[in-house]
């Protein structure tokens, strides 16, 4: 008998961030799939296996995933943040286009999470309150020219950017790149967060501008927001919240 295959965000950290329709998934499935730093965010529960893997395997995690479910599991993926935002929830739906015919059958359902991007955003305020744009600086599995493709055209359009994967060891130069083409669109006052390891114990929130943000203060952990022309400051009790006006006649013209 086939078994039922969910795929959980678990949110971008904290625990009070997990909803509670995640929780309950996690707790009811038998078989526990995912990167092993994220599996070791979820409780361990009697008699519930776990299958960890490394981050650069979505594909090989997902069809051992399908391949549970069709053995009659119940089976659990997790994803940081909301599996739908560059997680594993596109790479399931790629698994089961080119895969078994078999597991077309199988009852998958998508348990959203809280994303990286909301829980940063809120931790300043508001920058996402006007039409805003997410991109990937990673080019495991796209080309640098397509990044630089798409960041010409949102900077260009004038929306916030939000960028997930800045920066590794292993392409440091990158955001410097991306910053740098930013700003031949925007003003260097303009507002940009560094968010890392955001809602985390080691959590560290920046506020910076175009013209003062330091690329190398980025790594795979950090969210990188950059306001758009109408993005403002404006003055709290703890420091300033960043937030972008939801009227477009407030912007700049």
């Known amino acids: 008998m086939t078994g039922r ?54 594909l090989a995690r997902a069809r051992q995933a399908l391949d549970l479910a069709l053995m009659g599991r119940s089976v659990a993926v997790v994803s940081s943040g909301d599996p739908g935002v560059f ?11 080119t ?5 077309k059958d199988i009852d998958v359902t998508v348990v ?20 805003f744009c997410v991109i990937s600086l990673s080019d495991n599995l796209k080309p640098w020219d397509l990044v630089l493709k798409r960041l010409e055209a949102a900077a260009a359009g004038d929306f916030v950017i939000i960028l997930y994967n800045p920066a590794s060891k292993a392409r440091p130069w990158q955001l410097g790149e991306a910053l740098r083409l930013i700003a031949r669109h925007r003003a260097q006052a303009t507002p940009v967060i560094f968010a890392q390891a955001v809602t985390r114990a080691d959590e560290s929130i920046e506020i910076t501008t ?14 990188v927001i950059v306001g758009s022309s109408a993005t ?3 003055r709290g009790p703890r420091g300033p919240f960043v937030y972008t006006p939801r009227h477009a006649e407030l912007a700049p013209s």
Do not use: C
């Open 232 to 234: 403002r400051l404006v």
């Open 99 to 103: 895969g078994k015919p078999a597991w």
């Open 210 to 223: 175009l013209r003062q943000a330091d690329p190398s203060r980025a790594d795979m952990r950090t969210l």
């Open 5 to 58: 295959l969910a795929i959980v965000g678990l949110g971008p950290g904290a625990p009070e961030l997990m909803t509670p329709l995640a929780a309950e998934t996690l707790a009811a499935a038998t078989d526990l799939v995912g990167y092993a730093p994220y599996l070791a965010r979820v409780p361990e529960r009697a008699g519930q296996r776990r299958h960890a893997s490394d981050n650069r395997e979505e």
């Open 112 to 131: 959203p999470g809280v994303s990286a991007m909301l829980a940063a955003a809120a931790s300043v305020g508001a920058p996402l309150g006007h039409d």
């Open 87 to 97: 997680a594993m929830a596109s790479a399931m739906f790629e698994a089961i286009e």
